[in-house]
């Protein structure tokens, strides 16, 4: 009953910027952890970027210092926001958001969005 819905992939310059949106709505008492994931054919799906409730986060290392994630608590929303974009991030984007529908659903979901997809090349 929860659905993620992502946003905001496209095709950008090498050094440019772009800003991914993932909503989840619902079945939800509450939302903890939300990230970023990308995958490219052929390879494992990785993480990009996640978040705690409490603003804590996490970056992998070919992320970090370029890119910024952010949520929005009341509205179930998190954003990426992608600067000094290279061609290696080429990727389709996952949003990962991990849900409690307490006490419909014991413990905790993890739920995906369908993915978006991000192209940088010249």
């Known amino acids: 009953q929860v659905q993620v819905v992502e946003s905001g992939g496209g095709l950008v310059q090498p050094g440019g910027s772009l800003i991914l949106s993932c909503a989840a709505s619902g079945n939800i008492f509450s939302v903890t952890t939300m990230g970023w994931y990308r995958q490219t054919p052929g390879q494992q799906r990785e993480l990009v970027a996640s978040?705690?409730?409490?603003?804590?986060?996490n970056y992998a290392a070919s992320a970090e210092g370029r890119f910024t994630i952010s949520r929005d608590n009341a509205k179930n929303t998190v954003y990426l926001q992608m600067n000094s974009l290279k061609p290696d991030d080429t990727a389709v984007y996952y949003c990962?958001?991990?849900?409690?529908?307490?006490?419909?659903?014991?413990?905790?979901?993890?739920?995906w969005g369908q993915g978006t997809q991000v192209t940088v090349s010249s």
């Open positions: 990962n958001v991990q849900v409690i529908s307490y006490p419909i659903e014991p413990g905790v979901t993890s739920y």
């Open positions: 978040i705690n409730r409490g603003g804590n986060t």
